[in-house]
């Protein structure tokens, strides 16, 4: 089975603390990659996609490492409203329109 | 646009009993999926349609029908519940590039006891 593999948590962290998500993903023929972000009793919706050359969007910056089929979520200058839960999302091979969800990385922010 | 909705929002079951889950979408996507989420599990597929008319299994199709007879609408069918069908169910849709975002709705709370 194709995995998505992300630390747990949960991370707790004072506002303005910088954190990183790490997620390994095992399909080596996955061409799309996403972080979803995912509040307590809430449905999953897109925080970013995740390109080859990196991105970055505000305080979130997003890269993927195809050959060690890696993908790292960075947020700067944590808010308490960043808590959530963050899944690491790819396709489940090339051309697949069939995402592979991670369990998620639980963050608190604290005052 | 109301985007995903999902009918009903919760609902109990007792063990045999079945229901329907509705999924509709205004937004013209012509792929939709059916997840289900436990605690400590990623989201599993349980089925998903490629267009109106057609369905697929997923990972998890077991105890589970669907239906597409039209392009916004997406059933997702329990025949006899059982217990281990107790999940929070999320359908979502996109255009089904392999690269754009897929919308989810609010999820539906499912108790079988």
């Known amino acids: 089975r194709k995995e998505v593999e992300q630390d747990p948590g949960p991370f707790n962290v004072p506002e303005g603390a910088t954190v990183a998500f790490n997620c390994t993903y095992s399909n080596s023929a996955s061409q799309s990659f996403f972080w979803y972000r995912q509040d307590c009793r809430k449905e999953p919706k897109l925080l970013m996609s995740?390109?080859?050359s990196g991105n970055e969007d505000g305080r979130f910056t997003a890269q993927l490492n195809r050959a060690s089929q890696y993908i790292s979520l960075l947020i700067r200058d944590s808010k308490l409203s960043d808590s959530a839960t963050y899944l690491c999302v790819v396709n489940s091979g090339a051309g697949s329109y069939q995402l592979t969800f991670g369990k998620g990385t639980k963050l608190s922010v604290i005052p | 646009n109301a985007g995903v909705t999902q009918t009903p929002k919760f609902r109990v079951l007792k063990t045999g009993q079945s229901m329907t889950l509705l999924c509709a979408q205004d937004?013209?996507?012509?792929?939709m999926y059916w997840y289900r989420q436990d605690p400590g599990m990623g989201l599993r597929l349980i089925h998903y349609?490629?267009?109106?008319?057609?369905?697929a299994k997923g990972e998890v199709p077991d105890g589970y029908n669907v239906s597409r007879l039209k392009k916004q609408n997406f059933l997702l069918g329990l025949e006899s519940a059982a217990p281990s069908q107790t999940s929070v169910y999320f359908c979502a849709s996109n255009y089904g590039t392999g690269r754009d975002e897929q919308y989810f709705g609010p999820g539906t709370r499912l108790t079988v006891t």
């Open positions: 349609s490629v267009g109106e008319g057609t369905t």
């Open positions: 937004m013209n996507h012509e792929y």
């Open positions: 995740v390109y080859s």
